[in-house]
T-cell receptor, first 115, second 116 residues
Framework: DTGVSQNPRHKITKRGQNVTFRCDPI?????LYWYRQTLGQGPEFLTY????????KSRLLSDRFSAERPKGSFSTLEIQRTEQGDSAMYLC?????????????FGPGTRLLVL | AQTVTQSQPEMSVQEAETVTLSCTYD???????LFWYKQPPSRQMILVIR??????QNATENRFSVNFQKAAKSFSLKISDSQLGDAAMYFC?????????????FGKGITLSVRP
């Protein structure tokens, strides 16, 4: 297994368009997280799944954002009616669950630019 | 809500020297985990080191060690024998112990440059 993968790596779109990103976690990890990182800042939590269940959503996740994880494998993050303020790096991470510290392993991210 | 503060935006170190990156956090919880992540330019974030709050012993990973001061809510990272490949952004992060609340809360990060 080569780790967490994300596609596409870069996305340029026009304001008002919809975009969808995909994350493939490490295969044995049942937790999956989405974060957003703007330039010069630390990542901010958006949402996370345990298997197919979405257990927590940040207030940052407006109603234009939706995330899914069908069958508890890969996940998609969709942004509808994009705005320039949505321009950021979108990071996905995965971890196992259980007792102890479950280290989150990050993917390379999808960089979104909204024109 | 927990917060993580990294007040130094940038630091520089001479190759082979030692540098310490500072981090403070605020929480009302007694059990939690702390992490340092490294994000090289245009590359993905990787874990450097982690510390469980219930452990008094400071974590060490090769050239990387932490100074964890629970009462002061301080968690600094020491990099010994700095190498050119250590140049990156470093993020301090907090995670609650409670299993249902497993998100990471990050600081703003610090950019470390290494002078040859």
């Amino acid at each position: 297994d080569t780790g967490v993968s994300q596609n596409p790596r870069h996305k340029i779109t026009k304001r008002g368009q919809n975009v969808t990103f995909r994350c493939d976690p490490i295969s044995e990890h049942n937790r999956l997280y989405w974060y957003r990182q703007t330039l010069g800042q630390g990542p901010e939590f958006l949402t996370y799944f345990q298997n197919e269940a979405q257990l927590e959503k940040s207030r940052l996740l407006s109603d234009r954002f939706s995330a899914e994880r069908p069958k508890g494998s890969f996940s998609t993050l969709e942004i509808q009616r994009t705005e320039q303020g949505d321009s950021a790096m979108y990071l996905c991470a995965s971890s196992p669950s259980g007792i102890g510290v479950e280290t989150q392993y990050f993917g390379p991210g999808t960089r979104l630019l909204v024109l | 809500a927990q917060t993580v503060t990294q007040s130094q935006p940038e630091m520089s170190v001479q190759e082979a020297e030692t540098v310490t990156l500072s981090c403070t956090y605020d929480t009302s919880e007694s059990d939690y985990y702390l992490f340092w992540y490294k994000q090289p330019p245009s590359r993905q974030m990787i874990l450097v080191i982690r510390q469980e709050a219930y452990k008094q012993q400071n974590a060490t990973e090769n050239r990387f060690s932490v100074n964890f001061q629970k009462a002061a809510k301080s968690f600094s990272l020491k990099i010994s024998d700095s190498q050119l490949g250590d140049a990156a952004m470093y993020f301090c992060a907090y995670r609650s112990h409670h299993g249902a609340n497993s998100k990471l809360t990050f600081g703003k990060g610090i950019t470390l440059s290494v002078r040859p």
